[in-house]
């Protein structure tokens, strides 16, 4: 069992770790290079032990044998008793291996040293030290207390008994620990490329309004954020760099391409809540609400429903009658009918050319997330102001909401949540976590509603394999080329959470 544990590096990761540790009882020698700068450190942990204290959530007790743990030393040579010594310095590759190799003529032999570090290498900040066995990744997210999971980083070097000391570590601190090989992002920051940089996409192509997009993803996907609203909370200069270096760092891999938009939007400081405004206007922190128009007052003289998907056809035919709408039921729709379809991966317009309908008077519904809590209609470039405007109307005539979005291969929630499913499915297929941690690493890091493969599972492995295929045959762009693992458990039949097929 880890007694001892030192810490360097002192700022709001550092100060974390040394609160969590205290709180599992166990020993914490504080080091900062910059003078007081760890004394101050300890000063804000006991504060904040203390206020635990004061709301009851830590007792009287715990707060005086937390206190007495914590130990600031003046020098690295004070080190010297520590089991594990976790550095959370600047993230500068040299600056670290420098920091290794003093700590590896200080700490005793079998001392595990342990980098923090969210997007460097765990194997090339090892490579410094005389032994590479003993160094692994213990990555934290900010603020440590409140944030409940920690990836352990196995480096190729790393010997097995490492990642097991810091992954027993990790849980008696009370966090889930999920344990990833040495990749870029390694699991959370890899994971989360599909939701963000899809979206990016979405607006690029005028699919919508940013709004509109995170509306779709909070309404119809259960997101807690919006996209947009997520990037302006993290900042352009936090989450643009780290698009840019994973996409770098796997040699320009399509799924991970980042958006000119949001390089422009950086450049000239839109950077979200921190400047003020990005994606959003802000005042005192909180976002300005944009209005949001009324829903059309027009419905349709009659509504044909096609049954290209007998169930969602039949779910939509449904939906109209209650809302009051004349169905037309014809094998092919009359004159005057406005034409409905639920595409899976299709724009509006694929499916209006498949079924031989006017695209004039065509409108998309999204059935994948179900039409009780979100809905989301979908035009073609040449369905008319009435038609549409008779769509919106008709749709939101019992006050759920409506979203309307120019032509998408995918719709909106459909494309960004495969490119999710579709990304997680390849950290599996690549062996960088087992699926179980992937998700569990997702959810509590991303708050995501439930892990990617889970979601998969949910709407069903074989439609999101349709949808991307879907978009990769009309994009023509390897972006959306199905991960290995999603094909074959797909037609197969079983859970993307199913690890092995033999």
């Not at 934290?140 to 409140?146: G, K, S, T």
């Not at 939906?319 to 009051?324: E, F, R, S």
């Not at 494309?415 to 960088?432: F, K, P, T």
Request: proline share 5%; charged share 20%.
């Amino acid at each position: 069992m880890t007694d001892i544990i030192g810490i360097v590096g002192t700022g709001a990761m550092g100060r974390g770790i040394a609160q969590i540790a205290a709180q599992a009882g166990i020993r914490v020698l504080l080091f900062d290079a910059m003078a007081g700068a760890a004394q101050t450190a300890r000063d804000n942990v006991v504060a904040t032990l203390a206020k635990l204290a004061e709301k009851g959530k830590l007792s009287a007790q715990a707060l005086t044998d937390a206190t007495a743990k914590l130990e600031v030393v003046g020098e690295l040579a004070a080190l010297a008793p520590a089991q594990v010594v976790i550095e959370a310095i600047v993230e500068n590759l040299e600056v670290k291996r420098k920091l290794f190799k003093e700590l590896e003529a200080i700490v005793a032999a079998d001392c595990l040293l342990a980098s923090n570090t969210s997007s460097l290498s765990v194997t090339a900040i090892a490579a410094g030290c005389a032994h590479p066995e003993r160094v692994g990744g213990f990555h934290f997210f900010n603020p440590v207390p409140l944030m409940k999971i920690v990836e352990v980083i196995d480096g190729v070097a790393s010997a097995p008994w490492v990642g097991e000391t810091l992954l027993a570590l990790g849980r008696r601190m009370g966090h889930t620990a999920v344990r990833t090989q040495d990749t870029p992002g390694f699991i959370v920051n890899h994971a989360g490329r599909g939701y963000t940089t899809e979206a990016l996409r979405c607006q690029a192509e005028c699919i919508a309004p940013v709004q509109v997009i995170d509306a779709i993803m909070k309404g119809a996907a259960g997101f807690r954020l919006g996209p947009f609203e997520l990037l302006d909370l993290t900042g352009l200069d936090v989450s643009h760099p780290v698009m840019e270096s994973i996409y770098h760092q796997y040699y320009e891999e399509p799924r991970y391409r980042p958006s000119p938009l949001a390089a422009q939007r950086l450049v000239g400081g839109l950077l979200g809540r921190k400047s003020g405004r990005g994606y959003y206007q802000y005042v005192d922190n909180k976002a300005v609400a944009i209005p949001v128009a009324a829903a059309p007052t027009a419905r349709p003289a009659s509504i044909w429903v096609s049954r290209a998907n007998k169930l969602w056809g039949d779910a939509v035919a449904a939906l109209v009658n209650a809302l009051g709408g004349r169905l037309d039921e014809g094998k092919q729709p009359g004159p005057d009918s406005l034409c409905l379809t639920t595409p899976l991966g299709e724009d509006a317009s694929s499916a209006c050319l498949a079924q031989g309908l006017d695209p004039t008077r065509s409108v998309a519904i999204d059935c994948l997330f179900g039409l009780a809590k979100q809905r989301t209609l979908m035009t073609t470039p040449l369905t008319t102001v009435a038609m549409r405007d008779a769509a919106h109307g008709l749709f939101a005539g019992d006050g759920v909401p409506v979203a309307m979005i120019a032509d998408s291969a995918g719709f909106v929630a459909q494309r960004i949540i495969s490119m999710v499913v579709n990304v997680a499915c390849d950290i599996a297929q690549q062996g960088i976590a087992t699926p179980g941690d992937i998700d569990r690493a997702v959810t509590l890091g991303l708050n995501y509603p439930q892990g990617p493969l889970a979601f998969g599972d949910s709407l069903g492995a074989d439609k999101v394999l349709a949808i991307l295929k879907a978009m990769q045959d009309f994009y023509g762009d390897p972006r959306y080329r199905p991960s290995p693992w999603l094909t074959r458990r797909a037609r197969l039949g079983v859970s993307l959470l199913t690890e092995a097929l033999g």
